[in-house]
Nanobody, 123 residues
Framework: QVQLVESGGGLVQAGGSLRLSCAASGRTFSSSVMGWFRQAPGKEREFVAAINWNGGSTYKTDSVKGRFTISRDNAKNTVYLQMNSLKPEDAAVYYC????????????????WGQGTQVTVSS
């Protein structure tokens, strides 16, 4: 069993920054693919970014390229999402997720999910 716990969400002004963290416990974290997704009210959950087991490969959705960075620290069983130049449209509940195998952007490909952390961006 895997447990994922997100933290770092909050209220920030447009143009500001936040760093989300997701701490994992349970089965081997260091061999997993980690992803970040977000869901705004009334919208479907959407892919944000993913990172492979050693951090050597990442994949991000176009709307966050140049602003968000995904990284991981396997010694701490933690994955991060550094979010810069935040926009009101980035506001959502952000979820981390875990899978094994290759990078993926489909939420159905992920096996475990955290409870989410709220990000609010004021204009």
């Amino acid at each position: 069993q895997v447990q994922l716990v997100e933290s770092g969400g909050g209220l920030v002004q447009a143009g500001g920054s936040l760093r989300l963290s997701c701490a994992a416990s349970g089965r081997t974290f260091s061999s997993s693919v980690m992803g970040w997704f977000r869901q705004a009210p009334g919208k479907e959950r959407e892919f944000v970014a993913a990172i492979n087991w050693n951090g050597g490969s990442t994949y991000k959705t176009d709307s966050v390229k140049g602003r968000f960075t995904i990284s991981r620290d396997n010694a701490k069983n933690t994955v991060y999402l550094q979010m810069n130049s935040l926009k009101p449209e980035d506001a959502a509940v952000y979820y981390c997720a875990l899978k094994w195998g290759g990078l993926a952007s489909l939420y159905s490909a992920y096996d475990y999910w955290g409870q989410g952390t709220q990000v609010t961006v004021s204009s």
